[in-house]
């Protein structure tokens, strides 16, 4: 069922709280090193501030333990950050509910915009507390959803406050409708062929999305640590490479239920050690020597992946193909990402690592989206759906 969107109400001198992800990297010092969250949720926040609203913005950054160490969590570089992009004030509370977020949301006038400290700093937002979400939701008339890296949460500010709105008007923003319609809309009708390549460390973080995808794919390319396991599973030598020793039944089966779907690698750039100076060898797949461990795709299986990925209608990916942080592995991961770029299919970046990836080759503006979301993208993938989207209001 669509849903409303923040372009589909009135807010003229309405007062909107927009749950976002702004749960973005910060280094030492606090500085962002990536805003691709900030940047993607601008068009939700303009839609607000051109039509005269009064914008409440609140999100969870990190995950405070509750000690000294959380100040380094406060979001108020992420407030500072997106007054620049807007070239307005932004203001910034201090606290979540308390005075000073209240002093800050009774001093709002039309077009204003407000950032309230970390979600996560008040332990009730984990437990999906009526209380908190009764606070949250009396400073608004309007609740927008528009933070979809956190869709598959249930904390409070994603499900508990859009319920305490009662009868306002609770509605997506224009990234969550964005991402559902690339991660969940794109796949239920695809153009075909239909590719989906996955990598990543663990089969196990990928099992729902590799069997998911394997009921709609034409095929599933299989790279990173993730096809160690596999090649173990069909008795192949993986040296020291990383596996999942436990989870070789479950390869099997996948490799069962995969048939000539499921590609594997053929071959694997392997090291002596986990640096980038290491001795390198290339190897065929299953027979990396004891004191090697397999660190990428090999590039036979860079070539057979962008051939299939190059005569694609749609491709799918979640998962880099090696340590893509240390070249040279970085190889397969790029062959990945610029078979995809240089194709003309819809193409759809998984969140996390994959959208670094393609951020860090500079090919981002030549597919048609990156998912701002890590575990969201990811239960998409699997087909869940989300209750933080379900009980908004459908259009
Ligand atoms: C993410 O980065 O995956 C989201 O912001 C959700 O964060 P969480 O995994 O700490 O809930
Ligand atoms: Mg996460």
Redesign the pocket.
């Known amino acids: 069922m669509a849903k409303k969107t923040i372009d589909d109400v009135e807010v003229q001198g309405q007062t909107v709280l927009m749950r976002v992800?702004f749960?973005v990297p910060l280094d030492e010092q606090q500085n962002i090193t990536d805003d691709l969250?900030i940047r993607m949720a601008l068009p939700s926040i303009r839609s607000v501030v051109d039509r005269g609203g009064r914008l409440v913005l609140i999100s969870?950054?990190?995950?405070p333990k509750g000690d000294a160490s959380d100040s380094a969590l406060s979001l108020k570089p992420v407030a500072a950050r997106l007054g620049q992009m807007l070239n307005q004030d932004v203001l910034f509370a201090e606290d979540t509910v308390g005075d000073a977020a209240r002093a800050c949301v009774s001093r709002l006038a039309d077009g204003d915009v407000v950032v309230l400290e970390n979600l996560?700093f008040d332990a009730r937002e984990k437990k999906g507390d009526e209380g908190f979400a009764k606070s949250l939701a009396g400073f608004a008339d309007i609740y927008c959803n528009n933070?979809f890296?956190?869709c598959?949460?249930s904390?409070a500010s994603m499900v508990a406050v859009p319920l305490a709105m009662g009868d306002k008007p609770k509605v997506v923003g224009l990234l969550v409708a964005e991402e559902i319609r690339y991660l969940s809309d794109a796949i239920a009708s695809p153009r075909r062929p239909f590719v989906a390549v996955l990598g990543g460390a663990k089969v196990s973080d990928k099992i729902g999305v590799i069997r998911n995808l394997l009921n709609i794919c034409d095929s599933v390319l299989v790279g990173g640590a993730m096809a160690y396991t596999f090649s173990l599973s069909q008795g192949g030598k993986v040296g020291g490479s990383l596996v999942e020793a436990d989870k070789v039944g479950l390869a099997q089966e996948l490799l069962q239920a995969g048939g000539d779907k499921l590609m594997l690698p053929v071959d694997c750039h392997c090291g002596d050690a986990f640096s980038a100076d290491c001795a390198r060898q290339i190897v065929v797949a299953g027979e990396i020597p004891d004191d090697y461990q397999g660190l990428d795709i090999g590039p036979k299986t860079a070539e057979q992946f962008a051939e299939v990925i190059g005569g694609a209608g749609t491709v799918v990916w979640n998962g880099p193909m090696g340590v893509f942080e240390m070249p040279p592995f970085d190889q397969g991961t790029r062959a990945v990402a610029e078979a995809i770029a240089r194709g003309d299919s819809i193409s759809i970046i998984g969140?996390?690592d994959s959208a670094a990836a393609i951020e860090q080759f500079g090919l981002a503006d030549r597919v048609s989206h990156v998912s701002t979301?890590?575990?969201?993208s990811l239960a998409m993938l699997e087909g869940k759906t989300f209750a933080a989207v379900e009980l908004l209001d459908n259009v």
């Open positions: 992800d749960n969250r969870h950054l990190g995950r996560r933070a890296g956190t598959h949460r904390d969140g996390g979301g890590g575990g969201a």
